[in-house]
């Protein structure tokens, strides 16, 4: 069999204001390789570096958004490092990069998630999903102890009651109930994703990027209880001293949609 057929590293472009990251593995349910989270990291940083970028979509190829980090290379990274990491360090540095991107993020779940990649969901400011899909995380079952910024976006996200029942029962959770719980923000039939991920999208990169991103870097910041004052004032008086808000203000009075540039 052929490489293309075992699939690929992530696709990653960036068209206009809208990034993608697509995993590409699905014959393997697109089980994320070591070599995919170094990919996934550079990318991230080419987006923060790219004025134009506005909006973020993380998805998979396939009937299954992620079943996680490959537990062969776990393994064998446990028996070979002396501090027992296991890349542990490695995928949460890329999933604390993800949810630290300056743009906002839309997790397009087509299909289930397990593992660390439910992490990757939770990172996204938006997860849309399908119906029928599921998910997982089997940290109790396999003996692991998830790292903090992981455990923090669960408990956050979902609620401390919530949090410690997917983590310490290590059962799966259905698709309704994801959306009961918070887990996805709404459902759809899978033929509907992709449109309903593009109005998102399309949504998102129209509104103020100023506004947009540091609204989304103090809210983050307030969850995680390490809001600065100082900071989030900065970039409130920015907001209040932009091009942008000109922009609002006028296109609000002269009924039209604004154009904002960012400045």
């Not at 940290?139 to 923090?152: D, K, P, Q």
């Not at 609620?159 to 410690?164: C, D, V």
Request: charged share 25%; hydrophobic share 45%; glycine share 10%.
């Amino acid at each position: 069999m052929d490489a293309a057929a075992e699939g690929t590293a992530p696709i990653c472009t960036i068209e206009g204001a809208r990034a993608t990251i697509r995993l590409n593995r699905p014959r393997q349910h697109n089980r994320i390789e070591p070599g995919d989270l170094l990919a996934i990291y550079d990318f991230l940083a080419k987006v923060d570096e790219n004025p134009a970028a506005r909006v973020l979509v993380f998805t998979g190829t396939g009937k299954t958004f992620s079943s996680g980090f490959h537990l062969g290379a776990l393994a064998e990274r446990k028996s070979s490092e002396p501090s027992g990491d296991g890349g542990d360090s490695l995928f949460s540095t890329v999933v604390d990069r993800l949810e630290a991107i300056r743009v906002p993020t839309i997790a397009a779940l087509n299909g289930g998630v397990y593992g660390g990649s439910t992490d990757m969901a939770l990172a996204c400011d938006f997860r849309i999903g399908v119906e029928g899909m599921r998910m997982f995380m089997p940290a109790a079952r396999l003996g692991l102890h998830y790292y903090e910024s992981g455990l923090r976006r669960y408990a956050t996200r979902l609620g401390l009651s919530t949090a410690k029942r997917l983590f310490l029962t290590a059962q799966p959770v259905e698709a309704n109930e994801l959306l009961h719980i918070g887990f996805v923000d709404e459902l759809v039939a899978p033929d509907a994703l992709s449109a309903r991920v593009d109005e998102l999208a399309t949504l998102l990169a129209a509104n103020a990027p100023l506004a947009v991103q540091g609204m989304k870097r103090a809210l983050n910041a307030i969850a995680a209880g390490t809001a600065d004052s100082a900071s989030i004032e900065a970039a409130r008086k920015a907001c209040a001293e932009s091009d942008d808000i000109k922009e609002g203000l006028a296109s609000w009075k002269e009924k039209r949609t604004p154009v904002f540039h960012g400045r």
